[in-house]
Structures are given as C-alpha cells and as structure tokens.
C-alpha cells in the first residue's frame, strides 16, 4: 500500500505553500487614522529583554554540524551499525577455517620403577611408569565442508546491517525534524518575550495616564486599580514568558547535544528553515521509500530468514579435520610427530525438542515483524493527510488571527484616544489592552505554527543522508 497520489498530491500542497511569510509582521495602521499624544516616559527593571545565552546557532547547516558530532541517540545508532557488522564476522568466522594449538606439560607425583630387559651390550636397568615427565604438543585445523545453517547465517546478518544502516537514517530524519521544531519554538518564545515588553510597557504607560488623569480629578481611584491591575497582568505573564523562553533554549540546548542554553541568530531566516532542511536531507516519492518502513520491511526479510534458517538445523552437516601431534615420550614403533586427517559427519536425530520450539519462535517473530510493519505503514499514512490538513489549518488559522490582531489593535487605539478624551471608562481601557496583547501572542504563535506545519510536511517524506 504505496499510497502514492497521496504522496503527489502532498508534494503538490507542501510546494504551493513555500510562498506563505510566516513571520510577524507589525500590524496596519488602523482605517481611521487616530492622534495620540505621544506617551509618557515609563522605566521599570523588568522591561530590559532576557540575557542573550553564551551559544547561539547562525545557521541550519551549523546545527547539522552539533547534531553529527554530539547526538547520543545518532551515536547509539551508528554504534548498532558497528554491532551488526560484527555480527556478520562472527557467522562469517564459522564456516572459515579455524587452527587451533594445544601444549601439555605433565609431571607424575607416584610412579613405580621396573626392570628393563638387558639388551646386547648393555646391563639390566630400571624405568619408572608412567614416566615422571611427559611434553605434548598437538596443532588441530577444522574446516566446514557442508553446513547450510551457518552459511545462510552469514547473509542474514548482513541484512541485518543494511537495516541498522536505515535505522541510522531514519535516526537523522527524525533528530533533523526535532531539532527544526526546537529552533521555531526558540524563535517563538522570543517573539513572545518581545510582545510581553511591549504589552508591560503599554501598561505602564497606560497607569501612568491614570495616575494624572487622577492627580486632575478625571479618573477615580477604580480607574487607578484597574490600570494597576492590567500592568501586574502584564507582569505576571512576562514572567511566564521568560521562563518558557529559557526552557525553550535550554530544549533546543539538549537537542544538538549541549547541556546550556543555546539561542537562535536574529538574521536566520525562520521562513526558509523548511528550505534549508532540505539542504541536508532530500524528497523521497513513495512511503516506502522513508527510511523507518525500509528498516521495518528489512526487518521482516530477517525475520523470514531465521525461519528458514531454523529448518538448516535439521540437516547434517560435515566437517574436515586434520591433526599433527608430537610428543617428548614417543612409544616405541610409533612415528612423531603424527599427523592425521578426519571428516565428520554429524547428524542431528533428536535434541530434546530445542529445534521444533525455534521454529514456533521463528514463526511468531516472523508474524510480529510483518504486522509492526503493516502498523509503521498505516500510521505513516494517516499522518500524511493529518500534515495536509494542518498545513491548511495553520495557514487559515494564521489569516484568522491577523485579522483578530488588527482589530484588536484598531480597538485598542481607539479606546485609548476615547479614554484621554475623557470618554470610556477604564475596564474598557484595560480590556482592550489585554485583547490586544493576547491578540499579539496569540499571532506570533500562528505564525510560526505555519513554519512547523511546513516543516512537518517536508520530513514526512523526507530521507537525511547527512
């Protein structure tokens, strides 16, 4: 189930909404063109911006560049790759020949002397058995002649390889697509820092007019309360802010492998990140071209393959092998060193049962693996139209909330100028001012809630060969 004109026509939305500029813009001027007098001068501490962190990334391919040198998850994927690899030597060093050698030094503690034989020439003497001092040395090679189980072996381990090799690159899509979502979420937040300053200052200003509409008998205590109350709103959502944003650096920190908080260059340009993500990874055009369905497909071509590996141990197999030994107490008659070649055939009757229950593992393995793969398959899909769906979605909820943003401004405007000419009362002074804000926030999030959607929509369907 390839699934491919959803694919296309993905491809197809994914390109027409590369044009959408989803950074904030400031907002119109209102239709009507308003005169304000201009605000009063306001100083609090908690207007100066969040202390820039001690790293800041600059651009995409820098962030690629952390992410290859200090990712643990990358590491232990590669590091798989290298434990396949052996696992292949391994099954590979089993039909190779091996050569073993072997010395052994005895000395006998209890030994009984006994009369030799005169032979011509020479006297009686004695000798004591066994001998008191014996040196043995054998050199023993073996080689495989005919054992299908561990030739097959070795061609199952290297598919396992090619499968932790696609591991490896569904590692990267996925770190590649983490790491993005981090960067937009730090840029957020520091775009929601900055709307805090501007909501508090406005505030501020706005206590500071009520304060001397009160000093000349235009405004009431109420009215004093009601702007002291917007400014500690104000406050207190700054406050929030600034911790969001701090873990929002220190996330962005961990994903690239540096356990501080790492920033985001004002000049990067957040509306070409799914561009640039592009750089490093390319477009596949079929689902099962992504690398996680390639690696959950091999997996079950392994599982396949140790099924059928399992029924090779039923068959005999046969091997060569050859001796040379030689002794320091050679018997008499008997050449040394020796030397000796054998084949042995071995046939598997009976072992308890061990076999028949790896082929009911085998088998369930084999199930597990295609049904895991079945289920990658169809998550795969559904989240491809939910991408087509969010992309639209954010898009349309990002118009929607620039329109609310410009209203609420208009509105807030409006009020203000009504409010210091003596008409309106406060809570509608405060209450635009808090939609206002939130309006703000509110858009900074569609904003870049686009720029993810896009950037969802590009590793979706996406390979990173990085």
């Known amino acids: 189930m390839h699934k491919a004109p ?11 909404s590369t044009a959408h500029t989803a950074a904030a813009q400031p907002p119109p001027a209102p239709a009507a063109t308003l005169s304000l007098p201009p605000p009063p001068n306001v100083d609090d501490p908690m207007l100066a911006p969040v202390p820039p962190p001690k790293r800041v990334l600059s651009s995409w391919a820098e962030a690629v560049a952390y992410l290859r040198a200090r990712s643990t998850d990358l590491r232990i994927a590669v590091d798989e790759v290298v434990q396949a690899e052996a696992q292949t030597r391994i099954a590979l060093s089993a039909y190779l020949p091996t050569i073993n050698g072997t010395g052994t030094y005895t000395h006998q503690l209890l030994t009984n002397a006994i009369a030799v034989a005169p032979q011509l020439g020479l006297s009686a003497s004695s000798q004591r058995i066994p001998l008191p001092d014996n040196l043995n040395g054998y050199i023993q090679a073996q080689q495989a002649l005919i054992n299908a189980q561990a030739f097959d072996q070795i061609s199952i381990d290297e598919l396992n390889v090619n499968g932790a090799k696609l591991s490896v690159e569904d590692q990267k899509r996925t770190l590649s697509l983490s790491m993005a979502n981090q960067i937009v979420a730090v840029v957020t937040a520091e775009r929601g820092a ?14 500071e007019i ?7 008998g235009a405004a009431n205590g109420l ?3 009601r702007a002291d109350q917007n400014a500690a709103n104000a406050r207190a959502t700054l406050v929030t802010g600034d911790e969001s944003l701090r873990q929002a650096r220190e996330a962005l ?22 561009e640039s993500t592009l750089t490093s990874c390319r477009t596949v055009q079929r689902l099962d071209d992504r690398a996680d369905i390639a690696a959950a497909r091999t997996k079950v071509d392994v599982a396949k393959r140790n099924l059928r590996n399992v029924y090779y141990q039923f068959l005999p197999t046969l091997t060569a092998q050859s001796t040379l030994a030689a002794t320091s107490n050679p018997i008499s008659g008997y050449p040394n060193p020796t030397w000796n070649i054998q084949g042995i055939l071995s046939v598997p009757f009976w072992d308890g049962g061990a076999r028949n229950g790896q082929l009911r593992n085998a088998r369930a393995a084999e199930d597990i693996a295609a049904q895991q793969l079945e289920a990658l398959r169809r998550q795969a899909v559904i989240q491809v139209e939910q991408a087509q769906r969010q992309l639209i979605v954010a898009e349309t909820s990002d118009r929607v909330a620039r329109g609310q943003r410009d209203l609420a401004f208009q509105n807030d405007q409006m009020t203000q100028t009504a409010y210091m000419a003596g008409q309106g009362t406060s809570l509608e002074l405060v209450t635009a001012s808090e939609a206002h804000r939130q309006a703000e926030l509110n858009l900074a999030l569609k904003d870049f809630g686009v720029v993810q959607a896009r950037i969802l929509a590009v590793m979706l369907l996406a390979t990173c060969p990085w």
Do not use: C, M, Y
Request: a negative charge; aromatic letters at 2%.
């Open 6 to 16: 959803i694919v296309l026509s993905f491809l197809a939305l994914l390109s027409a």
């Open 194 to 207: 900055e709307i805090n300053r501007v909501g508090l200052k406005v505030a501020l200003e706005q206590l």
């Open 210 to 216: 009520t304060r001397r509409k009160q000093a000349l």
């Open 223 to 225: 009215d004093v309360v």
């Open 253 to 274: 920190g961990l994903a690239l492998g540096i356990p501080e908080e790492t920033g985001v260059a004002p000049d990067v340009n957040i509306n070409g990140l799914a």
